[in-house]
C-alpha cells in the first residue's frame, strides 16, 4: 500500500468513525427512492438482473439502492468500515452483496467480471492518475457496458465558502494538472459535530483533458455529461454559505460513457 492508499484509507477510517453523511447506511429504502437516488438522471436504464460495480463505493448507500432495484451488486472500496456497512445494509434489506477490498488503480481481483454497469463514486480526484483508473475499469467492463464516474471540476477546484471575498469566490491553487489540493469538510457532510474531526481531503486536479481524453483512450465513448445541474441552491442564501456558493460555482461533473 502506497502513501496514497494509507492517507486515503485513514481518512475514510476518520470519517466512518465521525458518522459523515456518506457512511451512514440507508436502511429507510424502497424502489421508488432507490431508484431516484443511483439514477436521478434516468442514464442507466433497466436494472433488474444487471451486473453492477460500486466502484469506491462503499458505505451502505449506493449497494443498497441497486441490490432493492434487482442488480447483482459487487461493491469495491479501500475502506473496511465502508464495507462493513454494506454487508449491514444487505443484511437488513434481506439482500446479497459481494464486497471486495482494494484500491481502485488495481482491479485485478475483478479481472473478467464483465460489469454492464459501473457507477463510480465521488474519489476518482483521491489518486494523482485518472487514467489508471479508467483502464482499470475498462478490463472490468463488458463491452457495451456503461461507466458512470462523478469527479471534481477541475476550473473551481480548491474554491470552497470559505472563499468569499466580498464579491465572489477566489481561487488561489494554480491550475496545474496533478497538483494537490488540500480541503477540509464542508459543514453538511456531518450535519452535525463529528465525534473528531478527520483529516483534510488530500485531492489531485485531473484535467479536462486527462478526464475525457482518458476515457477515450481507455476504450470508453462518451456518452452524456452533467454539471450537477439537478442541484436546487438557495438564491436568497447568505454569501459564504454552500447554498450561496452553489449558486456560482459548479463543484462536480458527471460523465456517463460506454465501453466500446
Do not use: K
Not at 463514486?121 to 482499470?136: H, K, M, T
Not at 439537478?230 to 438564491?235: G, K
Amino acid at each position: 500500500m502506497d502513501d496514497v492508499a494509507e492517507y486515503n484509507r485513514a481518512r475514510w477510517r476518520a470519517l466512518a468513525e465521525g458518522g459523515a453523511l456518506y457512511t451512514r447506511p440507508m436502511l429507510d429504502l424502497d424502489a421508488e427512492s432507490a431508484r431516484a437516488f443511483v439514477d436521478p438522471r434516468g442514464w442507466l436504464g433497466e436494472l433488474e438482473g444487471r451486473r453492477v460495480l460500486c466502484l469506491a463505493g462503499g458505505g451502505g448507500r449506493e449497494s443498497a439502492c441497486f441490490a432493492l432495484l434487482g442488480a447483482a451488486v459487487t461493491v469495491f472500496d479501500l475502506s473496511p468500515e465502508q464495507l462493513e456497512r454494506d454487508r449491514a445494509a444487505a443484511a437488513h434489506y434481506g439482500t446479497r452483496v459481494e464486497t471486495v477490498q482494494g484500491d481502485m488503480r488495481d482491479l485485478s481481483a475483478l479481472y473478467g467480471s464483465g460489469f454492464e454497469v459501473v457507477p463510480h463514486s465521488y474519489s476518482l480526484n483521491f489518486v494523482p492518475d485518472a487514467g489508471a483508473v479508467f483502464r482499470e475499469v475498462a478490463r472490468v467492463t463488458h463491452t457495451g457496458g456503461l461507466y458512470r464516474v462523478m469527479c471534481a471540476n477541475p476550473f473551481v477546484m480548491g474554491a470552497t465558502p470559505r472563499d468569499w471575498d466580498g464579491r465572489g469566490y477566489t481561487l488561489s491553487t494554480p491550475y496545474e494538472v496533478g497538483a494537490v489540493v488540500l480541503g477540509a469538510d464542508e459543514e453538511w457532510v456531518y450535519e452535525d459535530d463529528p465525534r473528531e474531526p478527520a483529516p483534510p481531503a488530500r485531492e489531485y486536479r485531473h484535467g479536462l483533458g486527462a478526464l475525457v481524453g482518458g476515457l477515450a483512450d481507455a476504450g470508453f465513448r462518451l456518452l452524456r455529461a452533467s454539471e450537477d445541474e439537478s442541484l436546487h441552491p438557495d438564491p436568497e442564501a447568505a454569501p459564504g454559505t454552500w447554498d450561496h456558493f452553489l449558486t456560482i460555482v459548479r463543484p462536480w461533473l458527471t460523465f456517463l460513457s460506454r465501453r466500446d
